[in-house]
């Protein structure tokens, strides 16, 4: 574990300096494909990194983080896009967070940059100003898929710590459960975990450092369509993150030999096939198993739904739709079928649900007894 410990410190301190390296070196190379040539080091820095670690909790998140997310952030930078690009810069500090990091800066900061700049008008434009700026936002939110939402409230996160410690005592029973039933529990134990886990990181950044974590999740379980559960509802750091850098380009580039109502189409294949790619490399970090590329066909297999979806949507337009009380539960539970089918097996062939409980029983041991285990020496109660 020790050994892990200092892996991990190596790979987020190479990651703080390529991120330094990307921030210089974007002062002295315009935008464009010389910048982004400029990047590709880096870039394959971050996709060797994950290599280094083994513990799932450290490499989960640093592949997550860097090798997806903070590339994919990096291309766009290298275009003069993203939520890295500023005018003016952002500064270093700030960068740096946003880059490795599933940030935003808070709408309360850019506030008050917008009233310094507006200073000098009279508040009559200001306040217009403002309200065009919001609007626009609006408008970028609604197209790539993230709805914007009022904090939930605590009872919401309440209720979902309520369910997992319920889960806690329900997996004292799990040898008298089916295999299928096992892993829907799971598949509730990560939306929990992952849901009220990133709302406190989100409270703590807010209050810290002034920033809000880009949402991860938006009530899944309300989803009217596949669409709503994949553009608005599930993994949102991904959605807005594939739409800049995959989608739109593609779209683009259908739309020279399409229709605009069937370039999408295209579009949103190439979105999901890319997703599940990134999906199964990160099943490589966790399991270091040769590649079945089941993750993949769950991805691709949604992309062609999605894609149906959108056709039947427009040709029956408002009309003959399904109620959303019946179109909701098929949704969810054609993606719930095709998880136990196809992403979930991978998954749990790297034992990943078991070491990631170690790692925590380990980590438990260091902070109430004081005593530093490594995951190999403790059991877990619950798998």
Known sequence: MEGEMKNFVFVWTTVLASLLFCRKISDVIAPGIPRLLAFVPVICIFFYLPLLLTAVHLCGTTSFFVTWLANFKLVLFALDKGPLFSNPPLPLSKFILTACVPIKISDKSHNKKKSIQADGKSSREASESEKSDESKADGHRSEVGASRKGTKSPINYS??????????????????????????????????????????????????????????????????????????????????ILHPTVYLPVRSFSGRFLSRELASLPAVIATFIVSGLMHELIFYYLGRLKPTWEVTWFFVIHGVLVSLELVVKRAVGGRSRLPAVVSGPLALGLVVATSFWLFFPPYLRCDTEIRSCKEIVAFMELVVRGRFVGPNDVSCPYF
């Open 159 to 240: 209720v979902k710590f309520m369910v997992f410690v319920l889960l806690l005592k329900v997996y004292e029973y799990k040898d008298h459960f089916h295999p299928l039933m096992k892993m829907a529990l799971f598949c509730v134990h990560i939306y929990v975990v992952l849901d009220v886990g990133l709302a406190l990181v989100a409270y703590l950044a807010r209050a810290i450092f002034g920033f809000d974590l880009e949402p991860q999740f938006d009530e899944p379980y309300l989803a009217t369509s596949l669409q709503d559960f994949w553009g608005k509802r599930w993994n949102l750091m991904v959605t807005g």
